[in-house]
């Protein structure tokens, strides 16, 4: 057996060269405490795995939930990309992965942070109420996922109980489902894995920060495992007025029923509520002097809030069958009950600088999600090749309200309001009543099956190749009229890839892929006459890649790609409240990344990305001045992000990351201009002994005055000046 031992800072060379990225058949090797590596997790890997961990400190090589094998910034393996326990390097896709090392170092506690050193991610402002980001070019706010399974509802999403952010680009529908075209985000969460854990840890910073999160875990028996994570936050922000109050609880259980089956069991509460902050508007073409605007709000922030309980309860069951078949089947039923209000600048500031049009809204929108997805996978040979097969189904049913209140102001009786931008923030009453907008239930129910071959020829040449078909079948009904509109569609999305291996350490690959978008869209929460017929989006995505393990504790990688996306919808001209589906837009890019142990003092993870993405056909003066050749909103030609990590001596480390992007416009019709973003973070790191280590963060270290995101020309949110948090971690 290798064993593997990781202690401090990192012996990165110690470690046995192709024990977790060479390339074979998995064995059933015995189960350490904590590893991934059921019988039936066993028999997906196609990688040989490690026969023997030994964890020791947070630098430590770890099997981790879903076929994850990290060390460090670094992972080597996972199972989300292909529903196999594969090596990355195996992997024909550009895959980014934000380890629980990396979380904890940088200090962030949102996806939004902690994604802005993956290479091809732009964060979106999500109308201060939701996670979302533009990926390759094309925005979401509902391709993200858990452990695989989707978690599409808009609201901010925490990283207690997360383990690693898994960044999977190009379209994925083989392995997610529909949309996705971009990419997706997965969170692959921490579970109970026998290993013993006791753990606090205490943040307390500028604008009043507060946050203390707690992870215990441990066996109750040799065949039963428990682990409980828990947050509670209360913290103001650097901007004026805004606040955020979460917390959050997740136990879960694990249960060794045999040798070969393993029944895991998880139920999360989470409860979020904040300040919506839609930021600042624009004037003559840029931001409305957000130099000096960092922290003033425009509106009526007693009145703008989002909150949002979530209940999610997930059962695993892991089961390798006598014949060699391995099932993981999911099952996960996730209630959310959401709602936001946002008084906020509906337009840019006048050229005398004199007035600026306040609006207002609410939207109410509960979601109740039932999915269950199941893999069947099993190896065999034909002659010289070997076959890891992957075939399944999934179920699922999501029901919802939309129901949305225009605001009415009681000086005016209208739903603007003016106010002067140098004082901006009005107190003024606001009536809420749904009048033209979204008042309706909605159901969708969704089926799909999918199939998929690994082939390994010898150790230079790979393939895979698979086809998923969905079943979506969605419905709504408007509560005023009672009128109901439906549509049902069938979508095939195939995936073709080849890996060519010269070396063991080194990988070029070739990638082709398309996914769907239903008409109804990211959420799906109406469907009118008009969009009942038109056709779905459609992402293609063609691409080449380079993935060398300079090191087995560093990999560099590097991937060009074209991204097409058609169908996209335009007002009907004609027919007012009809669309024509001939939009089309197209994302060409190249990426360079970098994560691992430079040295075994240096950790690092971040790359450059260059994305020209812009509109091609379709969009003309009647929608609102996007028109052939501008470039989509929100996304720079160039961004630069690096992440480093020195460990000085054993007790002390020292944190250094850059981020460097180009200019991007607020919207696609490229009438506002955002400038690029220069901004450094630092961390300091000090071991007190054994069971305790210290830090210190300190973002935007130069306090430059910068603009973060934005959601259209005047709705734009400006990035935080310096901020400095301190944190504590205790385990014993």
Same mark, same amino acid.
């Given at each position: 057996m290798h064993k593997v031992v990781i202690r401090g800072r990192v012996r990165a060379f110690l470690i046995v060269c192709g024990s977790a990225a060479g390339l074979g058949m998995a064995s059933a090797a015995p189960r350490e405490p904590g590893a991934d590596t059921t019988g039936a997790a066993l028999a997906g890997a196609t990688a040989t795995t490690l026969d023997e961990l030994s964890v020791a400190g947070e630098g430590g090589l770890r099997q981790e939930p879903l076929g994850g094998v990290t060390v460090g910034y670094l992972t080597k393996a996972t199972r989300s990309a292909t529903k196999t326990a594969t090596p990355l390097i195996d992997t024909p896709q550009s895959v980014t992965v934000v380890t629980q090392q990396q979380i904890r170092d940088q200090g962030f506690q949102s996806i939004e942070e902690a994604v802005r050193y993956v290479p091809g991610i732009i964060p979106h402002q999500g109308e201060g109420n939701r996670d979302d980001l533009v990926i390759r070019g094309q925005r979401s706010n509902a391709d993200f996922f858990v452990n695989g399974i989707r978690d599409d509802v808009q609201y901010f999403r925490d990283l207690y109980n997360t383990q690693r952010i898994e960044v999977l680009k190009g379209p994925n529908a083989l392995i997610f489902g529909r949309g996705g075209g971009g990419g997706v985000i997965n969170r692959v969460?921490?579970?109970?894995? #026998?290993? &013993? =854990?006791?753990? =606090? %840890?205490?943040? #307390?910073?500028?604008?009043?920060?507060?946050?203390?999160? @707690? $992870?215990?875990? $441990?066996?109750?028996?040799?065949?039963? +495992?428990?682990?409980?994570? #828990? %947050? +509670?936050?209360? !913290?103001?922000?650097?901007? $004026?007025? %805004? $606040?955020?109050?979460?917390?959050?609880?997740?136990? !879960?259980?694990? +249960?060794? =029923? #045999? &040798?070969? !089956?393993? @029944?895991?069991?998880?139920?999360?509460?989470?409860?979020?509520?904040?300040?919506?902050?839609?930021?600042? &508007?624009s004037q003559f073409g840029r931001a409305y002097r957000y130099r000096q605007n960092t922290s003033t709000y425009f509106g009526n922030p007693d009145l703008s809030y989002a909150k949002v309980d979530a209940n999610i309860a997930t059962a695993t069951l892991d089961h390798l069958f006598e014949s060699g078949v391995a099932l993981h089947?999911? @099952?996960? +039923?996730?209630?959310?009950?959401?709602?936001?209000?946002?008084?906020y600048p509906g337009g840019p500031v006048n050229a005398a600088g004199t007035a600026v049009n306040i609006t207002a809204y609410n939207n109410e929108t509960p979601r109740t999600n039932y999915f269950s997805q199941n893999d069947f996978t099993y190896q065999f040979a034909t002659g010289l090749l070997k076959h890891t097969v992957v075939a399944g189904f999934e179920l699922g049913y999501q029901e919802g309200l939309a129901f949305r209140e225009e605001g009415f102001f009681s000086t005016t009786g209208t739903q603007t309001l003016v106010v002067n931008p140098l004082s901006p923030v009005t107190r003024v009453p606001v009536t809420f009543r749904n009048t033209t907008g979204a008042n309706n239930t909605y159901s969708l129910g969704l089926a799909a099956v999918y199939a998929q071959d690994q082939i390994e020829v010898n150790e230079h040449l790979q393939f895979i190749g698979g086809l998923r078909y969905d079943h979506f079948d969605f419905s709504s009904q408007d509560r005023r009229t009672a009128a109901v509109n439906a549509r049902v569609d069938d979508l095939v999305s195939p995936r073709a890839g080849v890996v060519v291996k010269p070396f063991a350490n080194l990988a070029f690959y070739g990638s082709y892929a398309i996914s769907y978008l239903p008409s109804s869209g990211d959420q799906f929460s109406t469907l009118s006459p008009g969009l009942a017929i038109t056709e779905p989006e459609r992402f293609e995505n063609a691409e080449i890649g380079v993935k060398y393990d300079v090191s087995p504790v560093l990999q560099l990688t590097g991937a060009l790609y074209n991204l097409d996306r058609f169908n996209q919808r335009l007002n009907d001209p004609n027919r007012a409240g009809f669309f024509l589906a001939s939009g089309q837009t197209n994302t060409q890019g190249a990426e360079i990344g970098i994560n691992g142990y430079v040295t075994d003092w240096w950790q690092a993870s971040g790359g450059y990305s260059f994305i020209d993405a812009t509109i091609v056909s379709g969009f003309g003066a009647a929608t609102a001045g996007i028109r052939p050749g501008n470039r989509v909103g929100l996304v720079p030609f160039n961004a630069f992000t690096l992440w480093n990590k020195f460990d000085v001596t054993d007790e002390f480390s020292l944190g250094v990351g850059y981020i460097q992007t180009g200019h991007t416009f607020a919207s696609s019709d490229d009438t506002v201009r955002l400038p690029g973003i220069t901004r450094f973070d630092l961390g300091l790191f000090y071991k007190i002994n054994e069971y305790a280590r210290a830090q210190v963060n300190i973002e935007n270290v130069f306090d430059r005055r910068y603009i973060a995101t934005a959601d259209g020309n005047n709705n734009i949110s400006p990035g935080a000046p310096r901020t400095v948090r301190a944190q504590v971690v205790v385990r014993w």
């Open positions: 969460l921490k579970e109970a894995d #026998g290993v &013993p =854990i006791r753990e =606090i %840890v205490a943040q #307390g910073g500028q604008f009043d920060n507060k946050r203390v999160a @707690l $992870d215990v875990g $441990d066996r109750i028996s040799d065949s039963v +495992f428990f682990r409980l994570n #828990g %947050v +509670f936050e209360d !913290t103001g922000t650097y901007r $004026d007025f %805004v $606040d955020i109050r979460r917390y959050g609880v997740n136990p !879960t259980m694990t +249960f060794l =029923i #045999g &040798p070969q !089956t393993t @029944l895991k069991l998880s139920y999360e509460y989470f409860h979020d509520e904040r300040t919506t902050d839609r930021g600042i &508007p089947s999911t @099952l996960r +039923f996730a209630d959310y009950q959401k709602f936001y209000q946002n008084v």
